[in-house]
């Protein structure tokens, strides 16, 4: 039996990020979620899209990212935080604990419009 050769499909090219697409992902983010380690809040972030400018900015930020199939080092960075569970007996076992993983705000906005 021969192998078939595999056709090449066509580049899909990505279609920039729309100004309402990044409106309705921050709108669902939770305003007292807490920060990862670029300390921005959702909060934060609702409001620095107020001004016009650093709307588009963060757009262009997330189109950039997108076409050069590059994702910065900064949005990878995350920082995570050990929670006990409440109510336990002992807390000499790991199972007793929650791992709760922090990730940059920025990063996670990109990602949601990726998404």
Known sequence: MEL???????????KPFSEEEFMSAISKCNN???????????????IIIEN?????????????????????????????????KPNKALYDSLKVFRPIVLLNTLGKLVDVGVG
């Open 4 to 14: 078939l050769e595999i056709s090449s499909k066509p580049i899909t090219r990505w």
């Open 32 to 46: 007292s979620s807490t920060s990862g380690p670029d300390k921005l809040s959702w909060r934060h972030i609702k």
């Open 52 to 84: 016009a400018i650093c709307f588009q900015k963060l757009i262009n930020i997330a189109d950039v990212c997108i076409n050069l199939d590059h994702w910065p080092s900064h949005f990878k960075t995350s920082s995570s935080i050990i929670i006990s």
